[in-house]
């Protein structure tokens, strides 16, 4: 199932912070593993408003420490913008422990640009609805160009979401987009 199917059952149930405690639990266990690998973890904004979560969080960081600066931990814009200074102090408990923050689907609600440099999130996955139609729509493009030069301004990388096409990925470059992640590229292991 993917994760769009069962997390808002999981939120209805308040189960969201024990969802997200077994991810980090497996990622950090397979990276002890794997050894330099990077992972990705999107976390529930309902998380950080659970009691304990996040020195449970900071305890497996602790643990963990000779892996955990391959994480990356993802939330959704509409999410962290919410709860700016919880999400600030988890940004503060990741970086103590060598791990980035992405804030996912950016854009999709286009709110303010202005919580960014307090946020000091460290790359920014732009919803891929700027992507559909990137070639045929110079708003798009404008828009994806104008957002690379503040994050660049920043220090936040930029990231593409939905990339799956040819088209799509050969105009990256010219946004000056630092990544991109979709079926064109690779498909979800």
């Known amino acids: 199932l993917t994760a769009s199917v069962f997390m808002p059952q ?7 912070a024990e969802i997200d405690r077994a991810v980090i639990s497996q990622v950090l266990t397979r990276l002890l593993r794997e050894g330099d690998r990077r992972y990705a ?7 950080l408003k659970t009691p304990g979560f996040l020195d449970w969080l900071e305890h497996q960081l602790r643990s963990y420490h000779t892996v955990s600066g391959n994480l990356v931990f993802e939330m959704a814009e509409f999410g962290a913008v919410s709860m700016l200074g919880e999400v600030r102090t988890l940004v503060q408990l990741l970086e103590r422990y060598g791990c980035q923050f992405s804030l996912d689907h950016f854009g999709r609600g286009f709110s303010s ?6 946020l000091k999130a460290h790359y920014l996955k732009v919803d891929g609805g700027y992507m559909r139609s990137l070639g045929k729509n110079p708003d798009n493009q404008f828009f994806l160009q104008s957002l690379t030069k503040i994050a660049h301004g920043l220090d936040i990388q930029v990231i593409a979401e939905s ?9 990256l470059p010219t946004l000056n987009i630092d990544g991109a992640q979709g079926y064109f590229i690779g498909r979800p292991g």
């Open 41 to 47: 973890i999107n976390v529930s904004p309902y998380s």
């Open 113 to 118: 640009f202005a919580y960014l440099q307090s």
């Open 10 to 16: 999981a939120e209805r149930a308040g189960l969201t």
């Open 163 to 171: 990339i799956e096409s040819e088209e799509q990925w050969d105009l």
